[in-house]
Every structure is written in C-alpha cells, then in structure tokens.
C-alpha cells in the first residue's frame, strides 16, 4: 500500500481569504469552524490540513485537519480545541471575519479498490480527517467507485462535539459493547461507535482500539482479507493501531500531528524518521505526509 500516487503539489495549495460562515463552542472548550474558502474545499482530500491565520498579531499560523467539505457550496470545516495561544485567538473569531487560509496541504488516504471493509480509527485531535474519510469513502460507495462501506470507531475522552445516539446499524462484534454512534454519520448511512474511559452512555468502556479489536476478532478470515485500518490520533493511538494491524495481519495508514511552522516543506520542522527500502530517512510530516504506511512509521512492531 503506497500514497505515492497522490504526491503533494504545490500548485495545488493556495492562499485565500476565508470568511467566518459559523462557529460553534463546544463542551471542553472544542469548536466547529466553517469557512468560506472555495478553492481549499475543491481541492481538499480525506488526510489534508490547512495552516490558518488565527490572528494578525501572531505571525505563525496553526495548522488544522479538515473535517468536512462542500465543493459546490465552497465551504470547509474544522473542528479544533482552545489549548494554546493560536487557538485562543482563534476562538475568538466572529462570523463575517476574514481569515487567512493556506491549503490544502499533504498527502491523502488512498482506499484500496478491492478491500470492502475499510476500519476507520479516530482519537482526539483524529477525529476530523476520520469523519472527512468516512464521507468520501461513502460518496465513492455511492457512485459505484468502491465497494467499500466504512466503520469508524471513534474514542474521546472529553464530550464528542456531536449529536450522539444509538445506532441503528448492527455491527458484528460489538453490539453487546456498545451502541452508540454519531448522528451525523448515522444520517448519512455510515455506522458508528463510541469509545472513552469516561463512561459516557452508549461508549465503549476503554481505548478505541479494543473496540476495533473486539470487532477484528468476530470476523471470519475472509471477511478479515477485506478490511484495511486507516487511522489519526495522539501517537500512543497510532502506535496501538499499528500493533492491530500487525495482530490480524491487515495494511494500515496513519495520519500524523506534528507540530509545524511553515507547513510547505522548507523548515523541516516537522521531520520524523521514516523507513524507507533504502532505510531509514528522516520524511517531513507537511508534504510528504500527513499520511504513512504505518509499517514505515513503526518498523520496529513489524520486524
């Protein structure tokens, strides 16, 4: 599995003046930002980010996942938390204020044409591009593109920022565990679970991957061969996710958070090592991801 056919063109990354459409606090100081920003939503794909201008007087931008486009009506959506400078200023944002976007940036997810049982796996700052990833996977279904139906499996150990109820889609494994899934995603046919340690009602008491494991384990070896893990989180997440994969022999891409400051390549302030055919390399998570082979990310777990 190689994202190598989706390389990061810098044609293709634009600046734009976006303008305030909505934005939304949520519990634990987490916030829905739409933006009108047409050309980053014509262009975006599940995995891509965008470096924002959160305010004027801060001269680096922060980077965020995008978690929903709309190409025809020109909008993209982020959903972010107020934990530092950027994102306090960026919380004060009102509608009809323009904002200073540059994107999309990065290297996509690529679903593979014949696996019909794509695993999605979203923790924290992870959940946008799974939810971005769940959409498209679905619209692809639809048009006949893929065969593949989504599951996303997302863990939070704060609120989920959605409207979260049980599900009506039965799902092998984990019905007995959970039952919960996200409205918005429901809406759209795609299932669902939750996971947290915080007991919120219809979650998965524990991690979001011992949801996934718990599911894995009810397949049968056939239905195993169909599914492929795509996954974004904290690292200790991805590393888990990875260690999954390994466990049921499946491919895996995980999507990486780093911290960045020009976000095109020149500053090499995001580099992490990377194994290569020719060994270990040292790849900057901007460009030439956000999205690895996490066998690449993790060879020490593959070995």
């Known amino acids: 599995m190689s994202n190598n056919k989706h390389p990061a063109h810098r044609g293709t990354i634009f600046v734009e003046d976006a303008t305030v459409m909505s934005h939304e606090r949520f519990d634990a100081d987490q916030y829905l930002l739409r933006l009108s920003s047409a ?80 695993l999605l796996i979203g923790g924290g700052v992870g959940i946008p591009p799974m939810f971005f990833l769940a959409e498209h996977l679905k619209q692809q279904h639809d048009l006949g593109v893929l065969s593949a139906t989504p599951l996303v499996l997302m863990g939070s150990e704060v609120p989920y920022p959605f409207h979260t109820y049980a599900s009506s889609h039965a799902i092998s494994g984990l ?27 219809g979650c998965f008491q524990g991690y979001v991957t011992d949801l996934g494991r718990a599911y894995l384990r009810s397949l049968s070896q056939q239905e195993l061969a169909e599914v492929e893990i795509f996954s974004c989180g904290p690292h200790p997440m991805l590393e888990a996710c990875a260690k999954l994969a390994h466990e049921f022999s499946l491919d895996c891409q995980v999507s990486l958070e780093e911290y960045m400051a020009c976000a095109v390549g020149g500053c090499a302030g995001c580099v992490v090592e990377i194994q290569t055919a ?14 690895f082979n996490a066998a690449h990310v993790y060879p020490e777990i593959y070995a």
């Open 39 to 118: 050309r980053c939503a014509e262009h975006a794909e599940p995995g891509s980010f965008a470096h924002l201008q959160c305010s004027k007087d801060l001269p680096m931008r922060r980077p965020l996942s995008i978690m929903r486009t709309n190409k025809q009506a020109g909008w993209v959506e982020y959903l972010y938390r107020n934990v530092g400078l950027g994102t306090h200023a960026l919380a004060q944002r009102q509608v009809g204020e323009s904002i200073s976007v540059m994107g999309p940036i990065g290297k996509p997810f690529v679903a593979s044409a014949n696996k019909s049982r794509p």
């Open 278 to 291: 020719d060994g270990p390399a040292m790849k900057r998570v901007c460009v030439d991801g956000p999205v």
């Open 175 to 201: 019905d007995g565990t959970a039952n919960y899934g996200i409205g918005a995603l429901e809406e759209l046919g795609i299932a669902s679970r939750l996971a947290s340690l915080q007991h919120y009602e």
